[in-house]
């Protein structure tokens, strides 16, 4: 495992619902442990569908979350990081999200430090990862300004089957936010177009529009995930890409991103 300083903290994020933020923090987190990384997948979003998505169908009846986490640290009682911690077979662990995340959220308004108590968390958690991905709920509510607090790089899923471009710029305006007032290292590490439909001028019309409007001053990843029934089809496996479908084209997308994650740490 890499020392602490190198841990690599990504929020993978949109307010934008169904935008492909929980099959890539999957994919990405099985893809760098595949690498041989240290990698912690965290839940962040109520609907807790990356634990789902993992296998493990009832986040709801699980006795310890990132909720019952981050309320220890709200009462300023000891964290245990490994507590609650799940492991995955394809050699990922994941600290599970629920339902309860809605009421912390709520509880949050009157906590000194609100936007910061994950980011306490997670200090804990660094040394013992190599990456902690967070997957973000479709909202720039306060558990999200947290993850946002506690990551450095921020991973933007877009979805290129709409435009998107007025949904990015509040997204990135409050990145910008967030750096100034609570994490100046904050970086972007880059959008991510999902859900190509190559077959439609749409699609590639979409993607043009990206990369000239954001290039310039934001990465915009060279790999593309393409529409893939299969990719759909994992959260109910509760498997990878690389375990359910080797050589589909999701795969190999999604083995080139993990290559340019890997390379912008460097
Ligand atoms: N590459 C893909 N091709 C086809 N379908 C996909 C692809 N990636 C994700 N999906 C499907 O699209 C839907 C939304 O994906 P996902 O749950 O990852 O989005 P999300 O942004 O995390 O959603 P939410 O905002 O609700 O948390 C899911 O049904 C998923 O299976």
Same mark, same amino acid.
Request: no cysteine; hydrophobic share 20%; charged share 25%.
């Given at each position: 495992m890499d020392s602490e300083k190198n841990c690599r903290v990504i929020a993978v994020a949109?307010?934008? +619902?169904?935008?492909g933020k929980t099959v890539t923090c999957v994919n990405l987190g099985i893809g760098l442990a595949r690498e041989g990384k240290k990698v912690l997948l965290i839940?962040?979003?109520?609907?807790?569908s990356l634990t789902i998505s993992l296998?493990?169908?009832?986040?709801?009846?699980?006795?310890?979350s990132l909720a019952t986490a981050m309320m220890k640290i709200i009462n300023d009682e000891m964290v245990?990081?490994?507590?609650?911690i799940l492991h995955h077979e394809e050699g990922v662990d994941i600290l599970p999200g629920n339902i309860e995340l809605s009421g912390l959220e709520i509880s949050l308004i009157g906590v000194i430090s609100r936007e910061t108590i994950l980011r306490e968390f997670i200090s804990y958690a660094r040394e013992r990862y190599d990456y902690i991905i967070i997957d973000c709920m479709?909202?720039? +509510?306060m558990l999200t300004i947290n993850a946002l607090a506690s990551a450095d790089s921020v991973l933007i899923p877009v979805q290129a089957a709409y435009l998107p471009v007025k949904g990015l710029q509040q997204l990135i305006k409050t990145i910008g936010r967030v750096k100034r007032q609570l994490n100046p290292e904050l970086k972007i590490e880059g959008i991510l177009l999902t859900?190509?439909?190559?077959?439609t001028n749409y699609a590639k019309d979409i993607s043009m529009q990206v990369y000239e409007a954001y290039s310039s001053s934001i990465n915009v990843f060279a790999v593309e995930i393409p529409l893939s029934v299969r990719a759909a089809e994992i959260s109910a496996e509760g498997s990878s890409i690389y375990e359910y479908d080797p050589k589909g084209k999701a795969a190999f997308a999604y083995t080139a991103l993990i290559k340019e994650v890997i390379h912008h740490g460097r």
């Open positions: 949109n307010q934008k +619902g169904g935008v839940d962040a979003d109520p609907q807790g296998g493990f169908p009832e986040p709801d009846q699980m006795e310890y245990d990081v490994q507590h609650g479709p909202s720039l +509510g859900m190509v439909d190559n077959r």
